[in-house]
C-alpha cells in the first residue's frame, strides 16, 4: 500500500463521504417520514457508498482486488436497481415483489465476471459505465410515468439530474474505448476528477429525491388539511341542520341570538316569530308519522319559500318552529306565512270520505267531516290561528 494518494483515489474517496453523508441524511428522514420509495433511496444511497468505499479499497489494496472489485460492482447495481425501485413507487405506487428478485441475476453475474475481462480497470469500467447509464435512463423514464398533480420542482430537480447522469456515464463508453483503442494517455485533470464530476451530480440527484418527498409531505399535508375542512363543514352543517325539516334548529338560532349579543352595533332589527303545527296527533294516529313528517316538512317549506333572504328559520321542536326576520317590519313574517301556508295540507281521501249522494234524515246532505287541523270559523286555518282561537296573545302579531 502506497503512503500517499493519488489525485484519481483522493477523489474517489471524496465521492464516497460524500454519497455517505447522502445514505445518512436519507436514512434519517426515512426514520421520520414513512414513504416506501424513501426507503428505496436511502438504501440505494447505501449501497452506493459501500461500493465506493470497496473500490478505493481494492486500489490501495491490490491483493485484494479480485474480493474488493466484485463487491464495487454489485453495489453499485444494487443502487441502480433501488434508485429505479424507488422511482418507480413513487411514480405509480408499485412496490418490490418476491417476483421482482430474479432480476438481480444478472448484476450478480456480471459483478463476479468484469473483474476476470480486462487487465486494465479503464477496460472494466467501459462496460459498468454503459450499465450504469442504462439505469439512470431507466430511472428516469420511470419516473415521468407519476401523475400530473405531482409536478413540482423536486420532479424536475431529479428529472434534470437523472438525465444528466446517463449521459455523463454514457460519455465514458466512447472516451475510454478510444484511450485503450489508441494507448493514448487521458488528460490529468478528466482522469483525476471524473470522480468529482459524479459526485456533484449525485449530489444533486439525492437534493432532488429530498426536495421530491417534502413536496410529497406537503402535498399529502394538504390533502388531510382539505378532508379535514370538509369535515368540519359536514358536522357544522349536521350540527346547525334540523334532519327532517332541513331547517335551521335551535343551536343555529340561539348561535345568531348569542352573535348578536356579541356584537350589537351589527346586530339586525326585526321580529321574532314561533310558529305551532296544531292537530298534528290526529295525522300520525291515521296515516302514521311518515305523513306527520310530511306535514312538518310541508310548514317549514312553505316558510322557506314565502322568506325574505334575510329571514332565518330553525326547528325549535317537533310542531313547531321560529324564525328571525332581520331588517323587516314587525308584522311582515306573520303576514307573509299566513297568506304562503295553504289550511289543508291534501288530507287523502281515504281517510276522509266523501259525503253521500243521498240525503240524510233531516233533509239536508251529509257534510264531509272537518279535517283536525281546521277550525270552526271560516277563517283560514294558519299556524297563528289557533293560538288567536285560544285567546293568546300570538307572537305572530308582533310579539316577541
Known amino acids: 500500500m502506497e503512503p500517499n494518494l493519488s489525485p484519481s483515489e483522493l477523489a474517489l474517496l471524496i465521492q464516497a463521504v460524500g454519497i455517505a453523508l447522502i445514505a445518512v441524511l436519507s436514512f434519517f428522514l426515512g426514520r421520520s417520514i414513512d414513504r416506501v420509495y424513501l426507503s428505496y433511496w436511502w438504501k440505494a444511497w447505501t449501497c452506493l457508498a459501500a461500493s465506493l468505499t470497496a473500490l478505493f479499497l481494492s486500489f490501495r489494496l491490490e491483493s485484494a482486488r479480485l474480493l474488493l472489485e466484485p463487491l464495487y460492482f454489485l453495489g453499485e447495481y444494487a443502487f441502480g436497481y433501488l434508485l429505479i425501485a424507488g422511482c418507480r413507487n413513487y411514480a405509480t405506487g408499485a ?3 418476491p417476483r421482482h428478485l430474479p432480476a ?3 448484476g450478480l453475474l456480471l459483478a463476479f465476471l468484469l473483474p476476470w475481462i480486462h ?3 479503464s477496460g472494466r469500467f467501459i462496460a459498468h459505465s454503459a450499465i450504469l447509464a442504462g439505469f439512470f435512463a431507466v430511472a428516469f423514464w420511470r419516473l415521468q410515468q407519476g401523475r400530473p398533480d405531482r409536478e413540482g420542482t ?3 430537480i431529479t428529472s434534470v439530474a437523472l438525465l444528466v447522469l446517463a449521459l455523463n456515464f454514457l460519455s465514458y463508453v466512447p472516451v475510454l474505448w478510444y484511450s485503450l483503442a489508441n494507448r493514448v494517455r487521458l488528460f490529468s485533470i478528466y482522469s483525476s476528477y471524473t470522480s468529482l ?3 456533484i451530480l449525485e449530489t444533486l440527484l439525492g437534493f432532488g429525491t429530498v426536495i421530491l418527498v417534502m413536496e410529497g409531505v406537503h402535498r399529502e399535508a394538504q390533502e388531510a388539511n382539505r378532508e379535514l375542512r370538509l369535515a368540519r ?3 357544522e352543517s349536521q350540527a346547525r341542520m334540523d334532519p327532517l325539516t332541513e331547517s335551521l334548529n335551535r343551536h343555529a338560532f340561539y348561535s345568531l341570538v348569542e352573535d348578536n349579543r356579541l356584537a350589537p352595533q351589527a346586530a339586525p332589527g326585526g321580529c321574532v316569530a314561533v310558529v305551532d303545527i296544531d292537530s298534528l296527533k290526529p295525522i300520525n294516529d291515521a296515516l302514521g308519522h311518515a305523513a306527520g313528517d310530511a306535514v312538518i316538512r310541508a310548514v317549514s317549506g312553505a316558510i322557506r319559500r314565502r322568506s325574505a333572504p334575510t329571514i332565518w328559520s330553525s326547528a325549535g321542536g317537533g310542531t313547531s ?4 326576520s332581520s331588517g323587516s317590519p314587525r308584522r311582515r313574517p306573520a303576514g307573509v306565512w299566513r297568506d304562503s301556508i295553504p289550511p289543508s295540507p291534501g288530507w287523502p281521501s281515504r281517510a276522509w270520505p266523501s259525503p253521500s249522494a243521498s240525503p240524510s234524515p233531516g233533509g239536508s246532505p251529509p257534510s264531509r267531516p272537518p279535517p283536525p287541523w281546521s277550525g270552526p270559523s271560516s277563517e283560514p286555518t294558519t ?3 289557533g293560538a288567536r282561537r285560544r285567546g293568546a296573545r300570538s307572537r305572530c302579531d308582533g310579539g316577541v
Not at 321 to 324: E, G, V, Y
Open 104 to 106: 438481480l441475476i444478472p
Open 321 to 324: 318552529f321560529s324564525s328571525s
Open 197 to 199: 464530476f459524479d459526485l
Open 383 to 385: 299556524p297563528c290561528t
Open 154 to 156: 423536486g420532479l424536475r
Open 95 to 97: 412496490v418490490l415483489r
Open 119 to 121: 487487465t486494465d480497470f
Open 233 to 235: 363543514d359536514r358536522m
